[in-house]
């Protein structure tokens, strides 16, 4: 009789406190998998917003473009319209006239949803510290990733991205 | 027809009106009194020997603080005769006001509604005077030179963290 309860108490069988522990231990397990496969799936397929703000947009072009291929990232189509959007690249500088529509863009947006604050004046404002401009996007909405340069060069952009798939990956949201 | 002969017919036309003429680099500059500024624009439009048919720029300038403080500055061409002539006229601080000439040249009325957008020159009898550029709730004119130039100090290592305490960061 001995010889048949060993394998069983092996198993967690005999022990019912342990083994509903071992039911939540595996469901959370399963969630955190989870998790892990729904951030990886959001970093390999993102659908930026087509939305370019000056001349940083023609380097987003350029990374998009054949010599740069942001399609190797998972992002090879730029939607026109927020609603099938989940990043934003502010690809410019901001202006006072501009604010409101940025910020009623990114409100359109489906949830969950990043911002790349492409470029100095995106960034910070850069040389434009005047009236016209917003001293960066940030005081309209949640940024994520600052990309520096004026304009960056498309693989300062896609590090930025890069760096912006890591963050989903670790999971941890800006706001 | 050349463009002295244009002053001249302009000067005996309108003598009491015409303040000055000033010639630099081969651009002529016509400075006129405020009253007969439409009537001398409606003239030069409608000059047989050279039409000034084409108003090609209205800008406004601020020499403060200098007085008469503010200048509107009408760039005209003439396309059958290929000339350009200036007609400037001059505006006192507190009573920049200035008759439109949109019923002369009908392009003259974006040009204005720039002019006022961003100097608050107010052109009297414009059909639709509204800022064109800046929001429609904007307060002040920025090319004002009394209009503040920065609006945040340069943010250095030493005074990062005051500038930065005081920025309005946007929350979701």
Do not use: T
């Given at each position: 009789m001995g010889a048949v309860s060993e394998p069983l108490k092996a198993y967690g069988a005999s022990a019912p406190g342990q083994k509903s522990g071992e039911i939540g231990v595996a469901l959370t397990t399963l969630e955190e998998a989870l998790e892990w496969v729904s951030s990886w799936a959001r970093t390999r397929a993102m659908w930026p917003l087509l939305f370019g703000l000056a001349c940083c947009a023609i380097e987003m072009m350029a990374t998009q473009a054949?010599?740069?291929?942001?399609?190797?990232?998972?992002?090879?189509i730029m939607r026109a319209s927020p609603r099938q959007a989940?990043?934003?690249?502010?690809a410019g500088r901001v202006s006072r006239k501009m604010a409101p529509v940025v910020r009623r863009l990114y409100d359109q947006m489906t949830e969950p949803k990043w911002v790349i604050a492409m470029g100095d004046c995106a960034s910070t404002g850069g040389v434009f510290n005047n009236y016209a401009i917003v001293q960066g996007v940030d005081e309209i909405i949640p940024v994520d990733v600052y990309v520096s340069g004026c304009p960056p060069r498309p693989e300062g952009l896609i590090d930025g991205i890069v760096r912006l798939h890591e963050k989903i990956r670790r999971g941890n949201r800006s706001r | 027809m050349s463009i002295p002969e244009v002053i001249e017919r302009v000067r005996a036309r309108f003598s009491e009106a015409v303040q000055e003429v000033v010639e630099f680099r081969g651009e002529t500059t016509l400075v006129v009194r405020r009253e007969a500024l439409v009537e001398i624009c409606r003239f030069l439009r409608d000059d047989?020997?050279?039409?000034?048919?084409?108003?090609s720029d209205l800008c406004a300038v601020d020499y403060w603080p200098?007085?008469?403080r503010f200048a509107v500055n009408y760039h005209l061409y003439s396309l059958p005769r290929n000339l350009r002539l200036r007609v400037k006229v001059f505006l006192g601080e507190e009573d920049p006001v200035v008759p439109t000439v949109t019923g002369i040249w009908p392009t003259a009325n974006w040009h204005e509604r720039e002019v006022y957008d961003l100097f608050g020159i107010r052109f009297e009898g414009h059909p639709d005077l509204r800022r064109i550029l800046?929001?429609?709730?904007?307060?002040?004119?920025?090319?004002?030179?009394?209009?503040?130039?920065?609006v945040e100090p340069v943010q250095f290592s030493f005074n990062w963290q005051e500038i930065d305490a005081r920025k309005p960061y946007a929350r979701e």
């Open positions: 054949s010599h740069y291929d942001l399609s190797r990232f998972g992002m090879e989940d990043l934003m690249i502010v | 047989p020997g050279c039409p000034f048919n084409l108003l200098e007085r008469p800046l929001p429609e709730d904007w307060e002040g004119h920025p090319l004002r030179r009394d209009h503040p130039l920065v």
